[in-house]
């Protein structure tokens, strides 16, 4: 578990590391995968060697999901819908 400066929370558009906000719903216009029975999904974010957050996995009870970033050098340029993994 996250806390402090890494913690990660969500709201319906944006995903929050830290003090950075991620708007990856708001870019894909879609509902991110909820389960009214668990309230606490976990994720894991994976990094390329430049620092970009490439990845971004939630896990919600036995299900999880997984969110992928592209780039174009520094650029964010495209972002997955939620897949389940």
Sequence with gaps: MLSGPDAVTTLPSAVYVGAHRLWVDALTHEVPPTDPSANNPSFVLTYDVSDNLTQIDMTI?????????????????SVSTWVTV
């Design 61 to 77: 009870g036995a299900t999880t999901y997984r969110k992928t970033l592209g780039y174009t050098g520094q650029n964010l340029t």
